[in-house]
């Protein structure tokens, strides 16, 4: 997101949130203010994902699934929401809780 949308959201982190830049898909770059985030203890994370050529990603891929099928990599799983209950989700969040809080989105 960008434009008014990221103003409105970074009026709306909550405290300790995170904001997680990805792109300029609106045109404008997302006006962070440093002392808001001290202010309300948040952080900003920019994230490129632009891996160069589409045979460098595909390798990339490539290796992430060769890691996962190995077990050699994992991620903490904190609790599973179903997507109707990502309100409950997010008032849950009030501090940081151990492992990653995952969204369900279609059922199998």
């Given at each position: 997101m960008g434009g008014d949308t990221a103003l409105a959201a970074?009026?709306?982190?909550?405290?300790?949130?995170?904001?997680?830049?990805?792109?300029?898909?609106s045109g404008r770059p997302?006006?962070?203010?440093?002392?808001?985030?001290?202010?309300?203890?948040?952080?900003?994370?920019?994230v490129l994902a632009t891996p160069g050529s589409p045979a460098v990603e595909a390798a990339v891929w490539d290796r992430l699934a060769d890691l996962a099928g190995k077990s050699a990599i994992s991620t903490p799983v904190g609790q599973v929401y179903d997507f109707w209950?990502?309100?409950?989700?997010?008032?849950?969040?009030?501090?940081?809780a151990a492992g990653?809080?995952?969204?369900?989105?279609?059922s199998e």
């Open positions: 970074l009026k709306a982190i909550a405290r300790n949130g995170r904001v997680v830049l990805i792109g300029l898909a997302v006006p962070l203010d440093s002392m808001d985030m001290l202010l309300r203890n948040y952080s900003a994370v920019g209950d990502v309100p409950e989700m997010i008032g849950r969040q009030t501090v940081p990653k809080s995952v969204v369900r989105i279609a």
